[in-house]
């Protein structure tokens, strides 16, 4: 399969404790974007990178949400001390150049309890 | 104002007919255009990206309106299969985000 990859595809965890997602994208695509998506509303976009480069951080991303992709291929999203706010399903997507679509993966969903 | 805005719906039709959904964005230098389909509890897929001459794709219908700031999806023949919600989504050219709507959600009946 050479789509989009996320793992894990669903995440249980106590509030306060840290959480890591990973995506894999589309080889050679070299943009990635987080998004974020509750039930009833659409992705709520988070961060996106060109290649290894964080280009932009939505407002919504608190201090405790962090993202890297090291070497301009696969990235993760840590949320630090989790909140029950943070549960929602955690779409990765991926795009070869700007102004194009993008393709998302089946997502992680998070639930905090 | 929210930056993409559309009619949450939901739309309930029956099978045969024809739906339209229109969704309007607020950034005029927006430059690409998209719906995205998502089915329940899935990941959105890309339904068509919009031209600015408008296009087409069996029996789905995308038309862009950069004057007034809408885009629209035209369904003809709805199936039962077309039951989804239905995302517009835009970019602009300066930034790399995908901004989307909250999605408009299609129930197609028999």
């Known amino acids: 399969d050479t789509g989009v990859s996320q793992n894990p595809r669903h995440k249980i965890t106590k509030r306060g404790q840290n959480v890591t997602f990973r995506c894999d994208p589309i080889s050679e695509h070299n943009r990635l974007y987080w998004y974020r998506q509750t039930l009833g509303q659409g992705p709520e976009f988070l961060t996106y990178?060109?290649?290894?480069?964080?280009?932009?951080k939505s407002r919504l991303l608190s201090d405790r949400f962090s993202a890297e992709r090291p070497k301009g291929s696969f990235s993760t999203l840590e949320i630090q001390r989790t909140e029950q706010g943070d549960s929602a399903m955690y779409l990765c997507?991926?795009?070869?150049?700007?102004?194009?679509?993008?393709?998302f993966g089946q997502g992680t969903r998070l639930t905090v309890v | 104002r929210k930056e993409v805005e559309q009619d949450p719906g939901p739309f309930n039709v029956p099978e045969g007919a024809t739906v339209a959904f229109n969704c309007t964005y607020s950034n005029s230098a927006s430059q690409s255009f998209f719906w995205y389909r998502q089915d329940c509890r899935k990941e959105p897929k890309l339904l068509m990206s919009v031209y600015s001459s408008g296009n087409e794709d069996g029996r789905f219908t995308a038309q862009l309106n950069r004057a007034s700031q809408y885009i629209s999806l035209l369904i003809r023949d709805s199936k039962l299969s077309d039951s989804a919600t239905y995302l517009c989504?835009?970019?602009?050219?300066?930034?790399?985000?995908?901004?989307f709507g909250k999605g408009t959600k299609l129930s197609v009946k028999p």
């Open positions: 989504v835009v970019n602009e050219r300066s930034q790399g985000n995908l901004i």
């Open positions: 990178f060109q290649n290894e480069a964080q280009l932009e």
């Open positions: 997507a991926s795009s070869p150049y700007l102004n194009t679509e993008a393709f």
